[in-house]
T-cell receptor
Framework: QKEVEQDPGPLSVPEGAIVSLNCTYSNSAFQYFMWYRQYSRKGPELLMYTYSSGNKEDGRFTAQVDKSSKYISLFIRDSQPSDSATYLC?????????????FGTGTRLLVSP | GAVVSQHPSWVICKSGTSVKIECRSL??????MFWYRQFPKQSLMLMATSNEGSKATYEQGVEKDKFLINHASLTLSTLTVTSAHPEDSSFYIC??????????FGDGTRLSIL
């Protein structure tokens, strides 16, 4: 069993839709949770990061962490074709901080005009 | 802020040559830099972690003599793929972070060995 599970997709939605991207994990020691966006042939771009449980909002993006269920989500409101990319979740434990990231395999998102 | 620049973005070379990839943090001093490898449609695989002025820590299975890492300053790390062969062809990505801050990634280097 992988430490972090993420549906590879692709997830296809029409422009303007609300997108929900999710990851589950098995290691209860994870405390830092990140979402990265990766365009084709580019490096990952940090979208949001949270510590422990709770919600965090930044513009059209909302990150949620439910530690009791070992489940994290990224919501994208009013999705745009420019949001089409692969979204990677990443997480790490308190004792390693942001040093040792465990990545999901990424979910490919396609937003059609 | 937190811009990481990686150069070159794409390199093609003959088997047996060595290739150097540079990673620079442009607007911050990076306490730690990381090198990853990514295969098509797969996630990132950490190769090594380096701190300025000290030897890199390599992940299990990564050949130290094949992938030489130098972290000479707080803003520059280099990865040299020595005597590269076709199986070394891949997408190499560096990242950098400040203390207690998340990693920021460069745009990657596509390495093709003929």
């Amino acid at each position: 069993q992988k430490e972090v599970e993420q549906d590879p997709g692709p997830l296809s939605v029409p422009e303007g839709a609300i997108v929900s991207l999710n990851c589950t994990y098995s290691n209860s020691a994870f405390q830092y949770f990140m979402w990265y966006r990766q365009y084709s042939r580019k490096g990952p771009e940090l979208l949001m990061y949270t510590y422990s449980s709770g919600n965090k909002e930044d513009g059209r993006f909302t990150a949620q962490v439910d530690k009791s269920s070992k489940y994290i989500s990224l919501f994208i409101r009013d999705s745009q074709p420019s949001d089409s990319a692969t979204y990677l979740c990443a997480m790490s434990a308190m004792n390693t901080g942001f040093q040792k990231l465990v990545f999901g395999t990424g979910t490919r998102l396609l937003v059609s005009p | 802020g937190a811009v990481v620049s990686q150069h070159p973005s794409w390199v093609i070379c003959k088997s047996g040559t060595s290739v150097k990839i540079e990673c620079r943090s442009l607007d911050f001093q990076a306490t730690t830099m990381f090198w990853y490898r990514q295969f098509p449609k797969q996630s990132l695989m950490l190769m090594a972690t380096s701190n300025e002025g000290s030897k890199a820590t390599y992940e299990q299975g990564v050949e130290k003599d094949k992938f030489l890492i130098n972290h000479a300053s707080l803003t520059l790390s280099t990865l040299t793929v020595t005597s590269a062969h076709p199986e070394d062809s891949s997408f190499y990505i560096c990242s950098a972070c400040q203390k207690d801050q998340p990693q920021h990634f460069g745009d990657g280097t596509r390495l093709s060995i003929l």
